[in-house]
């Protein structure tokens, strides 16, 4: 009876043993691994952020200066002294001539905006690749353990 006893004392010592192996084998490797995940997701999140909030800022710029320049090339009416100074900027010229100046001075600064935004994300890949690379090491250590 105490052989009985004993041996299955020795069995559940055995089973809790495997069990804290497998948890600490596992468990640990699973713990830094859903960590780097969320780090990669995360850096990938604030690329894409960044890059989406660049372009929407460029868009909304060019918007909001041709609505400038719409707004006081037309919004100037009741013959007053700057009325009539509009008008002579209209007809020689000078207004047309603003107007194409701004859209190649946003092509300027869109083009100039680009490189640079261009320059973020070729160091946002690296940093993007470096993340995957430290995942598929931490993954690689995971499965030959």
């Keep these: 009876m105490i052989q009985f006893f004993g041996s299955i004392g020795l069995f559940i010592i055995f089973i809790l043993k495997m069990i804290?192996?497998?948890l600490l084998k596992?468990?640990?490797?699973?713990?830094?691994?859903?960590?780097?995940?969320s780090v990669t997701a995360i850096t990938i999140t604030f690329v894409l952020a960044v890059v989406a909030f660049a372009v929407t800022g460029l868009i909304s710029l060019y918007n909001l200066i041709q609505r400038l320049f719409?707004?006081?090339s037309s919004g100037?009416?009741?013959g007053g002294l700057?009325?009539?100074?509009?008008?002579v900027l209209s007809c020689s010229g000078v207004a047309s001539g603003i107007d194409f100046g701004i859209s190649v001075l946003m092509g300027v600064l869109s083009s100039i905006l680009l490189f640079r935004l261009m320059v973020f994300i070729f160091y946002g890949i690296k940093i993007i690749g470096n993340e995957i690379f430290k995942l598929g090491v931490l993954l690689g250590q995971a499965l030959n353990s």
């Design 20 to 22: 804290k192996n497998f």
């Design 26 to 37: 596992y468990l640990g490797h699973a713990a830094i691994i859903s960590f780097q995940f």
């Design 70 to 72: 719409d707004f006081v």
């Design 76 to 78: 100037v009416s009741g």
């Design 82 to 87: 700057l009325s009539c100074f509009f008008s």
